[in-house]
């Protein structure tokens, strides 16, 4: 009777595939010059057929291991290179000791791969762009886990922070070269700003002016963190500026080696070299082990990874702050250099994704922020920008951070417009659609086609409530 | 008595004696306590050391728009366009007509036209490189960045060689014209003067510039 042994040997094959990896080929992964390859299992990982003791094969003929336990699976875990390595956190943690949220929560940020139109993404879709779920942001402060990413090279390197230096050079006294340890050392101070892409909400995307986009989906590259670190008017105190320097250079250590200017007088105003970002050391995707930060300025200002900052007497004019970072007018003049991210507000609830279950109380909140210091004032309207009343800007208010407001509201089921419009203390405020197209030299229907970059379009954000409570997007239309 | 000129003189003397008497009085008053916090808060010394020139040369590729930090080094068209085959050609294209990332394929090959475009108007926003104000952003992303994800692997003769080469696609100079740190700042990009503000030193004044009277956006 044969019955037996083939029943037990198809189910011994189909065991063998759930619990290891057959021995295919090469698994090559590689990390400098490591190479860990999952050839030539050893004896105890052959499975073998426990009649005839033969080992395994599957329908090509190659051996079949059980490596689980054995340690080149442990080595090849902690090299390989692909979604679910280190560098995407695939390593197993133990999360009693670095926590968890629970299974019930499952807001993530928004990747998108840059290409500007909404095509569907997967695991192995390298993402240019991670927005922030704003509309999913309870406080001030951005989770880490939740902050946005954007990273022209696609993906965070590993760098040994005790490898790593950072040099300041140029037009100083003294050239000075710190080690980690050395910046631990300086006077530090602790700040909450936000980071802020140029791009953040801009028409470009395709994503943003669609009817279902969230607050993430429209204002995601932007997020809000407490940085700490030492002020770089320390550091070039140490150094000591020579007369005559006007910009420093900042250059990064990764796979694209950004390099930004930065006027000097923001350089020493409230720069610093971070290297903490809520309580714990940055993260490899926003700058591990130290980024700049040049609070309240474009984000591409703040250099993740930072290697170096030179002091000159001129913008040195790179890739970035040459072509991407400008806008075209219509008189083929182009903008560059604009520095400060301008007034911005979001109401996250109600919003799409938020829609209004029932009629009756709600609390209408949402974020505000500008790059010229603090909020000041919030409004809020419900008639689509006819008359606007002010919402309660909550503490704490800090200079150059996300701000919240709320405005406690009753729905009686009417279709109705909502929005809201923040004030900076500087007496900003964000303009309606006619105003910014005054400004950009264009008639306002332009804006719906935009034949180039729409950079900095922080026009007022309407949402429309229809009768049954659903939320929709509904830029344009103040 | 009117108004008399020694009258005059003498109220001026009061006064200004009383002012700086005032004057030294706050100082003595102020000057104390800060001496102190300065005697209190210790110099920073010991913390880092001083580079040598050889790793601030390691990390130091930028070149800023004068041109003055190039490094030493010389190329033509001719060379860049052998090197520009090998190394740039996959993500940028045979005839710099650039390689667009297909949507939702997950590609990571693709660059921008280098050449093909004039610099951008209204009308044709499109650009190459003509849309730079200064030749040396070029070489600079080239000799700093280039390729992706191997930046710092191009020598200088190579880089001197593959901008002649985009420089010579963009009609801008000839074939046989040698690139080196003499004559590559003098090569003028035809979209030097379409920024705003022209001049470099009016850059870092945004409320002078106006940014602040136009909801941020700087006119």
């Known amino acids: ?478 | 008595m009117r108004f008399s000129p020694f009258n005059r003189f003498a109220a001026v003397i009061i006064v200004f004696g009383g002012v700086v008497t005032l004057c030294g009085i706050a100082a003595l008053a102020q000057t104390q306590p800060a001496r102190q916090a300065q005697r209190q808060t210790p110099a920073i010394a010991n913390v880092g050391r001083t580079p040598t020139a050889e790793e601030m040369a390691a990390v130091d590729r930028t070149v800023g728009t004068t041109g003055k930090e190039l490094p030493p080094g010389r190329g033509t068209a001719k060379e860049g366009a052998a090197i520009y085959a090998r190394k740039c050609a996959y993500c940028h294209g045979q005839n710099m007509e650039g390689v667009r990332q297909m949507a939702g394929t997950g590609a990571l090959i693709g660059g921008p036209r280098l050449a093909g475009a004039g610099p951008p108007t209204w009308a044709a926003p499109a650009s190459g490189i003509k849309f730079f104000a200064f030749v040396t952003t070029v070489f600079d992303y080239i000799y700093r960045a280039m390729p992706p994800y191997q930046p710092y692997s191009l020598q200088p003769d190579e880089a001197y060689a593959l901008t002649a080469y985009i420089l010579f696609k963009n009609d801008l100079i000839r074939e046989d014209t040698v690139m080196d740190r003499e004559t590559l700042p003098k090569v003028e990009m035809p979209n030097r003067h379409s920024f705003i503000p022209d001049k470099l030193e009016d850059i870092p004044d945004i409320e002078k510039r106006g940014c602040y009277k136009t909801y941020g956006v700087c006119p």
């Open chain 1, 1 to 478: 009777m044969k019955s037996k042994p083939s029943g037990r040997r198809r189910f011994l094959k189909q065991g063998a595939a759930l619990a290891g990896l057959a021995a295919v080929g090469r698994i090559e992964t590689a990390r400098g010059q490591e190479r860990v390859k999952l050839t030539n299992p050893p004896d105890s990982a052959i499975i073998r057929d426990p009649w005839t003791g033969e080992p395994l094969r599957d329908p090509e003929g190659n051996v079949v291991a059980d490596w689980s336990g054995t340690p080149e699976w442990k080595a090849y875990q902690d090299h390989v290179r692909a979604m679910g390595g280190p560098l995407y956190g695939g390593n197993e943690k133990d999360h009693r000791l670095y926590g968890y949220r629970s299974p019930y929560v499952t807001t993530f940020r928004i990747g998108t791969e840059g290409s500007f139109n909404p095509a569907p993404t997967t695991v192995k879709t390298p993402f240019l762009s991670l927005l922030s779920p704003l509309q999913d942001q309870l406080g001030v402060i951005t989770p880490a886990g939740l902050h946005f990413q954007d990273d022209h090279s696609f993906e965070a390197p590993n760098i040994d922070p005790r490898q790593h230096r950072l040099l300041i050079h140029g037009m100083v006294d003294h050239p000075l070269m710190l080690t980690m340890e050395d910046l631990m050392r300086l006077p530090s101070v602790s700040r909450v700003h936000f980071v802020e892409c140029n791009s953040n909400g801009t028409l470009s995307h395709a994503n943003r002016i669609q009817p279902w986009a969230t607050p993430g989906d429209i204002y995601g590259e932007f997020s809000c963190s407490e940085w700490t670190g030492v002020l770089l008017s320390t550091l070039l105190d140490m150094a000591g500026v020579q007369r005559g320097a006007s910009w420093i250079w900042a250059e990064a250590k990764d796979r694209r080696n950004h390099t930004k200017s930065v006027p000097l007088w923001k350089a020493l105003d409230d720069c610093m070299v971070a290297y903490g970002q809520n309580g714990e050391p940055l993260r490899p995707e926003q700058g591990f082990p130290i980024r700049l930060l040049a609070p309240g300025f474009e984000g591409v200002t703040n250099v993740k990874r930072l290697i170096r900052i030179k002091v000159t007497d001129q913008p040195g004019l790179f890739r970035w702050e040459a072509r991407t970072y400008t806008s075209l007018r219509p008189d083929n003049k182009i903008r560059w250099f604009q520095f400060e991210m301008q007034p911005k507000s979001i109401i996250t609830r109600p919003s799409p994704g938020y829609p209004l279950p029932s009629r009756g109380f709600y609390e209408m909140r949402g974020i505000a922020w500008s790059g010229g210091g603090k909020v000041r004032r919030v409004e809020i309207t419900t008639d689509g920008g006819r008359t606007w009343k002010d919402a309660q800007v909550q503490e704490p208010v800090y200079s150059k951070a996300a701000t919240r407001f709320v405005f406690p509201w009753t729905w009686n089921g009417e279709e109705l417009m909502i929005a809201s419009r923040c004030t900076d203390d500087r007496g900003t405020t964000q303009p309606t659609l006619a105003q910014m197209a005054k400004v950009w030299m264009v008639e306002p229907d332009w804006f719906r086609k935009p034949t180039s970059s729409t950079w900095r379009f922080n026009v007022i954000q309407p949402w429309k409530i229809a009768g049954d409570g659903k939320v929709t997007n509904a830029i344009f239309s103040i």
